[in-house]
């Protein structure tokens, strides 16, 4: 079950090996600009044991965590202010065994390795849920989160690069379609439907 469908009101047992300096510490900062689904994870989260408190910017992030380094951040990648690697340097500097967790809509082999260089410890494509981000949290060092349960299909990953380089390219069909090395008009067709599922 995603977050946008709704979570359980039970509070789910607790992965063992959590690698954060004290265990009894579940401080968590979340950042996104997706405002619902910032509110739906953090109650989720706040089912699950963990005190959290919730940014939707960079600025926002940055401000909390200086007043209080948490032990959990999970940092959506695009930010209305910028990028959310850029977050990660300044959580280590302010506590080292932060344990960082990346999550986009848009995921691909090489923000995953950017997200891991640059201090993260996992990388989640949305849409996750708040049991893969717990997991994701709790992980013991060296070890792999299990797959996700619903995974994206291949048409949702293939609808979400689409939409990635139309935004890259400042919705410029014609860019996109030539980039894309697609018809124009197939392009016109692909983006005027609704994402699959």
């Not at 408190?53 to 948490?70: G, M, S």
């Not at 930010?79 to 300044?90: A, F, I, K, T, Y």
């Not at 979400?160 to 860019?175: A, F, G, P, T």
Request: proline share 7%; aromatic share 4%; net charge negative.
């Amino acid at each position: 079950m995603t977050i946008a469908e709704g979570e359980k009101d039970e509070m789910d047992g607790t992965p063992e090996g959590g690698a954060a300096a004290d265990p009894e510490d579940r401080s968590l900062l979340l950042v996104d600009d997706d405002l619902p689904f910032l509110n739906r994870l953090g109650r989720a989260m706040e089912q699950r044991g963990f005190s959290v408190r919730t940014a939707p910017t960079i600025a926002e992030a940055v401000a909390l965590a200086t007043d209080q380094a948490p032990a959990y951040a999970v940092l959506d990648m695009r930010l209305d202010d910028g990028n959310g690697l850029d977050v990660v340097p300044v959580l280590r500097n302010l506590r080292n065994d932060m344990r960082i967790i990346m999550l986009t809509g848009y995921g691909n082999i090489a923000t995953a390795v950017a997200a891991v260089k640059a201090g993260a410890v996992d990388y989640l494509a949305k849409p996750t849920d708040a049991d893969a981000v717990e997991a994701a949290l709790l992980a013991s060092a060296g070890t792999k989160p299990p797959p996700p349960e619903r995974p994206m299909s291949a048409d949702r990953v293939r609808w979400e690069h689409i939409q990635r380089v139309y935004e890259l390219c400042d919705r410029n069909v014609s860019e996109t379609a030539r980039r894309l090395n697609m018809h124009r008009r197939t392009l016109q067709r692909i983006l005027a439907k609704r994402s699959p599922q």
